[in-house]
């Protein structure tokens, strides 16, 4: 990258700053979104001012461009791989300042199916909101749910087929959970082309996302919901 651009950006008052930030996540150019983040920082921002108005806000309108067919998953990803690149620039800085995160999240695709590009989205578009997400991967037995769930105590507990074969799979999970008795812990939310409300009802979920813009929002009224639970507990 040409030290111009670098100057362009250094040029910019922060306002200014935040908005080329947006552009270029949008855009999906890492390196303009990294050299953002360390000039914001250099400006003595904390790294959770900078994750939530540089990074959160950027992606929060990419997802709406999502949602409304503005935006296509290549694009999308391009952006979330932006975003990543500016997290891990934010994220030992956060953990060393206690920042306050969203929620923590396990998502893996279930047991039987290999597919994860929809789950990955899902896992980079959490991250971009604010969540801490544990991505296990794929063709997850029941046991690595279990692992993760003891190992993390996240908040939500993501699932994700893309078949029509492996899809009863997700109901294996929440029976096993609540078998445990701890299926009331946890938000499950799930997704994946071949489901629908109907069949996450069925299974005993929480709520189906039909893409990862929805799962965002689903996450943080669940999440809401749950403070105020708490606050009045």
Same mark, same amino acid.
């Given at each position: 990258?040409?030290?111009?651009?670098?100057?362009?950006?250094?040029?910019l008052?922060?306002? &200014?700053l935040?908005?080329?930030?947006?552009?270029?996540?949008?855009?999906?150019?890492?390196?303009?979104?990294?050299?953002?983040?360390?000039?914001?920082?250099?400006?003595?921002?904390?790294?959770?001012?900078?994750?939530?108005?540089?990074?959160?806000?950027?992606?929060?309108?990419? +997802?709406?461009?999502?949602?409304?067919?503005?935006?296509?998953?290549?694009?999308?990803?391009?952006?979330? /791989?932006?975003?990543?690149? +500016?997290?891990a620039?934010?994220?030992?800085?956060?953990?060393?300042?206690?920042?306050p995160?969203?929620?923590?999240?396990?998502?893996?695709?279930? %047991?039987?199916d290999?597919?994860?590009?929809? %789950?990955?989205?899902? +896992?980079?578009?959490?991250?971009?909101?604010g969540?801490?997400?544990?991505?296990? +991967?794929? /063709?997850?037995?029941?046991?690595?749910?279990? %692992?993760?769930?003891?190992e993390?105590?996240?908040?939500?507990?993501?699932?994700s087929?893309?078949?029509?074969?492996?899809?009863?799979?997700?109901?294996?999970?929440?029976?096993?959970?609540?078998?445990?008795?701890?299926?009331?812990?946890?938000?499950?939310?799930?997704?994946?082309?071949?489901?629908?409300?109907?069949?996450?009802?069925?299974?005993?979920?929480?709520?189906?996302?039909?893409?990862?813009?929805?799962?965002v &929002?689903?996450?943080?009224?669940?999440?809401?919901?749950?403070?105020?639970?708490?606050?009045?507990?």
């Amino acid at each position: 990258m040409s030290d111009a651009g670098d100057l362009d950006l250094n040029s910019l008052n922060d306002e &200014e700053l935040v908005q080329q930030i947006h552009d270029d996540l949008y855009d999906g150019l890492k390196e303009e979104v990294e050299t953002g983040v360390h000039i914001l920082l250099g400006r003595n921002w904390t790294p959770y001012k900078t994750l939530t108005e540089g990074l959160v806000e950027g992606m929060r309108i990419v +997802g709406i461009d999502f949602r409304d067919g503005i935006l296509f998953v290549p694009e999308v990803l391009l952006a979330a /791989n932006s975003m990543k690149a +500016g997290m891990a620039i934010l994220r030992p800085l956060l953990i060393a300042t206690g920042a306050p995160r969203l929620g923590k999240m396990i998502i893996g695709t279930v %047991k039987g199916d290999i597919h994860d590009i929809g %789950k990955n989205l899902v +896992g980079m578009m959490m991250e971009g909101a604010g969540f801490e997400v544990i991505n296990l +991967g794929i /063709n997850n037995p029941v046991e690595n749910y279990l %692992k993760a769930i003891e190992e993390h105590e996240p908040d939500i507990i993501g699932m994700s087929a893309l078949l029509t074969t492996t899809m009863p799979y997700m109901k294996v999970v929440i029976d096993t959970m609540k078998e445990k008795g701890i299926r009331d812990d946890y938000i499950v939310l799930v997704g994946g082309a071949p489901l629908n409300e109907e069949f996450a009802k069925a299974v005993g979920a929480d709520a189906y996302c039909r893409d990862a813009a929805v799962a965002v &929002e689903t996450a943080k009224s669940f999440m809401a919901r749950k403070h105020n639970q708490l606050a009045q507990a």
